[in-house]
């Protein structure tokens, strides 16, 4: 199992304004190679207040773009998911994973998403261990984790996140704005995640920033 954290964000690490304008904070270079990324994974995996307030596809669309679509996963613990979303709408073109605490939605079966269920963690969220270990019982080993700021917290916290593949634009939003990466309860700075970076590459006006965990 490999997982890799993008992030898109200020260079004060903000990846939307206090009122949620994200579209577009890095350029089209940084975009595109996020696109390529994707079609190096098994699955693109984000949080549903990422899926409700985008209603994104999470597919990879390059010119030309004629190989295989990582599948796409939400973590939704009560399947808010709606059936009518762009994800359950071209779920029996592209796989589409749910992965929640409760029973499958019946409605979100019949439009053909795969809903997981998973035990629950403290705070209700479907528990992240479990949650990785039911992607790679569906044969989802390598996960690109593209959202929201909970999800990367999370992710984080447990110690899941092997490497980053971080875009910052070169604008400042703000403490008013959104951040990237949620709580992690990190107390001590010897307890906080450590990353090495292994390379930089300008693409537009954006620096693209890679990094491998420290183990």
């Avoid at 999470?58 to 796409?72: D, F, I, S």
């Avoid at 929201?148 to 917290?153: I, L, N, R, T």
């Avoid at 700075?189 to 990094?211: I, N, S």
Wanted: glycine content about 10%.
């Amino acid at each position: 199992m490999t997982i890799t954290l993008k992030l898109a964000t200020s260079l004060d690490a903000r990846i939307a304004t206090a009122s949620g304008e994200s579209r577009w904070i890095t350029g089209a270079a940084s975009r595109e190679q996020v696109h390529r990324l994707r079609a190096a994974h098994d699955a693109v995996v984000v949080g549903i207040e990422t899926a409700l307030a985008d209603d994104p596809e999470l597919t990879v669309r390059l010119p030309g773009y004629t190989g295989r679509q990582p599948a796409r996963v939400v973590l939704d613990s009560r399947q808010r998911l709606s059936p009518a979303c762009k994800l359950a709408a071209t779920a029996r073109e592209t796989p589409t994973y749910v992965v929640t605490t409760a029973e499958p939605d019946a409605a979100l079966t019949q439009a053909g998403v795969h809903v997981l269920s998973v035990a629950a963690d403290g705070e209700g969220r479907p528990d992240l261990m479990g949650v990785v270990q039911a992607l790679a019982n569906a044969g989802l080993a390598n996960l690109f984790l593209e959202g929201g700021g909970q999800v990367a917290g999370s992710f984080l916290r447990h110690g899941l996140v092997d490497a980053i593949e971080w875009f910052r634009a070169p604008i400042v939003i703000g403490g008013e704005g959104r951040p990237a990466i949620g709580a992690l309860a990190v107390a001590a700075l010897a307890g906080a995640p450590h990353f090495r970076r292994v390379e930089v590459t300008q693409l537009g006006d954006d620096l693209w920033e890679r990094y491998a965990r420290v183990a």
